[in-house]
């Protein structure tokens, strides 16, 4: 899973990617090419499963940020813009804490107006796409074959609609499009149809109001595919860098009752619409990160493209009936272990053994 942190200059996104993956980028200047960082997954079903296999490694499921560099004044333009549409979600970081020695680029603390400049800037980036792509049919239609002609006035009447929804400031991912419509439009990989977690980056000072700012946030911003967090970038860029013990200290001191790292993960995977699934090998255990309402066969591929070539079934027990039972030799004694074939739907926390033969 790859995702994209923006926000204005000065907004303290690059604090944030830091906090999110334990980093240390440079936080004081402007860097022309985007920091990226992995994110390892806290899941304690894997600490138990590594506890009762007794495997040699341990493997999480892994998030990677790319922190993506914005200009002074804003703009996503070119580069950027290629950067952020590579990536399945948007984390959006927005100013809130005051800090007379770093002034706002625009003057003011004001989390509102750069909540609506950076949506502004992603509908002018779409509708950019849209124009030009409208006009490059319009120029081949003429000369297209029928059947061709038929394929574009679809399309032509689809970004059209779209068009007009944007300019009214709607975003593709609140529109009320059909899941081939979805499709169809999947390749321009438009930067308002992608999930966003919007994290208003607050001040020390604020934190004894940080759950009343994140739900009074959320009430205004929570829509389809968008969801809020309100963290201290700064401390907790501070607190990824001690043990875990000390940073637990800190955080019980201050009143921090979840690292940003976990929390913001779990965010995004409910966003994203993402679970996570076990194998055990022979020297590993590791967790997988997988779209939900994936099939088993494709799930299969994520391991390895030769097991979705030669799939044959997966063996698979859910994690809580584990659990239970103690053990895969007696989770098959009371029928919890199963075989499924190509088109079971994985769920979230089932441990998998794929057949497969190539």
Not at 207 to 236: H, M, N, S
Not at 238 to 265: C, H, K, P, Y
Not at 312 to 317: M, V
Not at 328 to 343: D, H, N, P, T
Request: glycine share 6%; aromatic share 6%; hydrophobic share 40%.
């Amino acid at each position: 899973m790859e995702i994209g942190i923006i926000g204005l200059s000065k907004s303290g996104k690059t604090t944030v990617f830091n906090a999110l993956t334990k980093g240390k980028a440079n936080t004081g200047t402007y860097s022309a090419g985007p920091n990226v960082g992995i994110a390892k997954v806290a899941d304690p079903r894997l600490d138990v499963l590594d506890k009762m296999y007794h495997r040699k490694k341990k493997t999480p499921a892994e998030v990677k940020y790319t922190d993506i560099a914005v200009p002074t004044k804003g703009e996503l333009r070119g580069e950027l813009l290629t950067q952020i549409s590579q990536t399945e979600g948007i984390l959006h970081v927005v100013r809130a804490f005051k800090n007379d020695n770093v002034p706002h680029v625009n003057g003011s603390i004001d989390p509102d107006r750069d909540v609506k400049t950076m949506d502004m800037e992603l509908a002018f980036s779409d509708l950019s796409i849209i124009e030009k792509r409208l006009k490059k049919i319009a120029d081949t239609f003429k000369s297209a074959k029928q059947q061709e002609r038929e394929g574009f006035a679809r399309e032509q009447a689809l970004l059209g609609r779209i068009k007009t929804e944007l300019e009214n400031e709607a975003p593709i991912r609140e529109m009320a499009l059909t899941e081939a419509e979805l499709k169809d439009i999947s390749s321009y990989r438009f930067l308002s149809a992608k999930p966003m977690l919007i994290v208003f980056n607050i001040g020390e000072d604020m934190l004894p109001r940080a759950d009343a700012l994140e739900q009074e946030w959320r009430t205004k911003y929570k829509r389809p595919f968008v969801d809020v967090a309100a963290i201290c970038g700064e401390i907790e860029m501070e607190l990824v860098q001690l043990s875990d013990e000390e940073a637990a200290v800190f955080r019980t001191d201050m009143g921090i009752t979840e690292a940003a790292l976990n929390r913001v993960i779990k965010l995004s995977y409910h966003l994203l619409g993402m679970i996570s699934f076990f194998t055990v090998g022979p020297d590993e255990v590791k967790a997988w990160t997988i779209r939900n309402n994936t099939p088993a066969v494709q799930a299969a591929g994520k391991v390895h493209s030769d097991m979705e070539r030669g799939f044959i079934r997966a063996e698979i027990i859910n994690y809580d009936d584990l659990i239970k039972c103690g053990n895969i030799v007696e989770g098959k004694k009371q029928g919890l272990l199963r075989s499924e074939g190509k088109a079971h739907i994985v769920k979230d926390g089932e441990i998998i053994n794929f057949c497969f033969n190539v």
